[in-house]
């Protein structure tokens, strides 16, 4: 009797294929050594030769192929990747990774990493490449807010709310009358333009980018930012912890949002009422704190 065949496990033969495809496309790590050929053989040394053997190899052949002494274009060719193994295998350190990348081919990424660390780190200034990352995080960070700041804004834009506020523009700049001429639309795109600029400090969570919050920027200014945090510091202690004063609408606000955990735009949402109300129960202190929140859960119980 006939067997039926074996189903077919796509999802392991995908992951075959794409495992075959990388390891395809990925050059070997020993490459970006002495490109296709091996350091060794270019020397006609075996990976056990010492450092003195290299050497008088390497002299060996830039006697018979230095462009100097033999004018051949393919010598010239050949000599160029002499010189590049002899300077990889006369340096311990670099003549190691090269061993291990030969015996650990499969590491690509990492042997690739050990390879331009040890051939380029000592030479890039390292305050260069904190700028130079700087500047791309920045860009990124720039496009980034943008981006977003221009999709809310469309979002907005669709909203009834935003078509509502256009039309109550439209009528307090018409005197209560709709122009229905020709240049209606141009009109509108004028007053649209008026309401998007009102809408700009309205929009939470993608406020218009400021080159003041790149990072970048930032970083410029951290001593300047760690200047004005220590000195608010000290002022503070002073005003309250040495003079015992008591505190100010603003500190008693930041004292409050603190305990609470609300950000600043939150905080700033709720009415005033409502503020004062927190302020005048020192949620600060943490025995006033705890009674808040216990109230707020027998709250919540009973409406539920």
């Known amino acids: 009797m006939a067997r039926a065949p074996a189903e077919i496990r796509w999802p392991a033969v995908a992951s075959a294929l794409v495992l075959l495809l990388f390891f395809l496309l990925i050059q070997p790590s020993t490459s970006i050594y002495c490109d296709e050929d091996d350091c060794y053989d270019l020397l006609g040394v075996s990976q056990t030769a010492n450092s003195s053997e290299i050497k008088k190899a390497y002299y060996k052949l830039s006697l018979k192929h230095h462009p100097d002494k033999n004018p051949d274009p393919e010598s010239k060719k050949l000599f160029v990747k002499i010189a590049n193994a002899y300077e990889i295998l006369k ?87 709709i122009n229905k001429k020709k240049n209606q639309k ?88 409502t503020q004062e109300d927190l302020i005048q129960k020192r949620l600060w202190e943490k025995s006033n704190l705890e009674s808040y929140l216990a109230e707020m859960r027998k709250e919540s119980k009973r409406r539920r």
């Open 91 to 177: 340096d311990e350190a670099t003549r190691a990774q090269y061993d291990y990348a030969i015996e650990h081919p499969e590491e690509v990424f990492f042997n690739t990493a050990r390879y331009y660390h040890a051939y380029y780190g000592h030479k890039t200034d390292a305050r260069a490449v904190l700028v130079g990352l700087l500047l791309v995080l920045s860009a990124f960070q720039y496009l980034n807010q943008w981006t977003r700041y221009n999709q809310a804004l469309d979002f907005v834009r669709k909203t009834p709310a935003y078509k509502n506020r256009l039309r109550a523009l439209e009528l307090e700049r018409s005197g209560g009358m």
């Open 186 to 273: 141009q009109m509108n795109k004028n007053m649209e333009e008026d309401l998007s600029k009102e809408l700009d400090l309205q929009i939470k969570g993608a406020e218009k980018p400021s080159i003041w919050q790149l990072l970048g920027v930032r970083f410029i200014l951290l001593p300047y930012t760690i200047g004005k945090l220590l000195l608010w510091q000290v002022c503070w202690l002073w005003r309250y912890q040495v003079k015992r004063s008591p505190y100010s609408w603003e500190d008693a606000s930041y004292l409050t949002r603190r305990s609470l955990g609300i950000h600043l735009d939150s905080w700033t949402s709720i009415d005033e009422s």
